[in-house]
Nanobody
Framework: QVQLVESGGGLVQPGGSLRLSCVGS????????MGWYRHAPGKQRELVER???????MYDDSVKGRFTISRDNGKNTVYLQMNSLEPEDTAVYYC????????WGQGTQVTVSS
C-alpha cells in the first residue's frame, strides 16, 4: 500500500533552518505530484509548496524566497528546505502524494521558537 514517511522536524530558533524529507513507497514515485502542506493550531491545513512530476513548482506566497521543494526520484524522496524560519511557520507539516487518489503522511512537527 502507499506509504509516506516524513522526517526532519523539530525545534528551531527564529531565523534557523530545517530540511524535511518524505520517503514514498507502494507507488511509482516519479509519476506522482508531491507536496508539502502544514496545519497550525486554530488554522486550516494549507499548501506550502508542491512539485509536479515534471519538476514544476508552486508555493504559497508566505514562504517565497525562504522554502524550496525538491525531489529525488531515484530515492523516492521529496524534500522541503526551510530557511529563515519564523514563529508563524510553526505547524505540523504533512507530505502529500497526488495520484489517482491523494495520500498523506503522518506529519512531522516543526516548532519555531526562541
Amino acid at each position: 500500500q502507499v506509504q509516506l514517511v516524513e522526517s526532519g522536524g523539530g525545534l528551531v530558533q527564529p531565523g534557523g533552518s530545517l530540511r524535511l524529507s518524505c520517503v514514498g513507497s507502494g507507488f511509482i514515485f516519479s509519476i506522482a505530484d508531491m507536496g508539502w502542506y502544514r496545519h497550525a493550531p486554530g488554522k486550516q491545513r494549507e499548501l506550502v509548496e508542491r512539485i509536479r512530476r515534471g519538476g514544476q513548482t508552486m508555493y504559497d506566497d508566505s514562504v517565497k524566497g525562504r522554502f524550496t521543494i525538491s525531489r529525488d526520484n531515484g530515492k523516492n524522496t521529496v524534500y522541503l528546505q526551510m530557511n529563515s524560519l519564523e514563529p508563524e511557520d510553526t505547524a505540523v507539516y504533512y507530505c502529500n502524494a497526488g495520484l489517482t487518489n491523494t495520500y498523506w503522511g503522518q506529519g512531522t512537527q516543526v516548532t519555531v521558537s526562541s
